[in-house]
């Protein structure tokens, strides 16, 4: 067995393990929001927005998904500068304040340190609108080093739900020469993201609701184009 297959099967078991109560209660909010008709928002700066991004409009996903995307916290603009941007107070407000943000929404924050200021005043904003937040973050990485907000705070002391991504500090599940290699903290939150979203859908669709689901553009016979009408004027980047 390769190393990477064999640390990613023992990462997902460790996932489930330690985080069975906070995944349930993810799966519960999903849930709501896909029967109640609300969007689902997702945040994550650098590598994190691929965590996001991985809901939002694909192939078998959920329509009512929204990625708050920023071309100035991506890597397509620079990976040192906006890492560089992700440490500065107060731009989380310019972007929340561009996205459509609603009463029985709920917000996805992902952060592996959970340490620097844009996930952290993100969450700061969903909690005084009442959102829901669910933070997903390195537990071993986050309590390690200091904050980068002058509140001193991190992203777990803030959000609602906190699942632990189990990810060992520095990203990496094991050495090779001494260096710590193997990143885990993309394919760790693709999976808590990909298992929480279709538990919930199976829910919704028990109660006989009709899922608001994507299908792939490259299989003809198949359009998407009621649901981009339906969540066009809602979401940002549709």
């Known amino acids: 067995m390769y190393q990477y297959h064999k640390e990613s099967v023992i990462l997902f078991e460790k996932i489930l393990k330690k985080n069975n109560s906070s995944i349930k ?18 945040f994550g700066t650098g590598h994190s927005h ?3 991004l991985e809901l939002f409009i694909r192939a078998g996903g959920l329509a009512n998904v929204n990625a708050m995307l920023d071309s100035a916290i991506l890597t397509a603009e620079g990976a040192n500068r906006s890492a560089e941007i992700e440490r500065i107070e107060g731009f989380s407000k310019i972007i929340w304040d561009q996205h459509k943000i609603k009463k029985g929404d709920i917000i996805i ?5 959970g340490r ?14 009442n959102i829901p937040i669910i933070a997903i973050t390195s537990m ?8 980068r907000h002058s509140s001193k705070k991190k992203l777990f002391q803030i959000a609602d739900i906190v699942i632990d991504n189990c990810v060992p500090s520095g990203d990496g599940m094991f ?4 260096i710590k290699t193997g990143a885990a903290s993309t394919i ?8 929480i979203a279709t538990e919930a859908m199976k829910i919704a669709d028990e109660k006989g609701v009709k899922l608001p689901l994507y299908h ?3 299989i003809d016979g198949y359009s998407n184009e009621e649901l981009y009408n339906i969540f066009n004027k809602r979401i940002k980047h549709m």
């Not at 209660?25 to 849930?31: A, E, N, P, R, Y």
């Open 116 to 129: 620097n200021a844009m996930p952290i005043e993100m969450a700061m904003l969903a909690k005084d609108s």
């Open 25 to 42: 209660k993810s799966i519960d909010l999903f849930s709501k929001c896909i029967i109640n008709d609300k969007i689902i928002h997702t």
């Open 109 to 113: 924050i992902i952060s592996n340190s």
């Open 50 to 52: 691929m965590i996001g």
């Open 140 to 147: 071993e990485q986050t309590q390690k080093y200091p904050s």
């Open 188 to 195: 760790s939150g693709i999976f808590i993201v990909n298992l």
């Open 175 to 178: 050495k090779i020469s001494g």
């Open 216 to 218: 792939s553009q490259n």
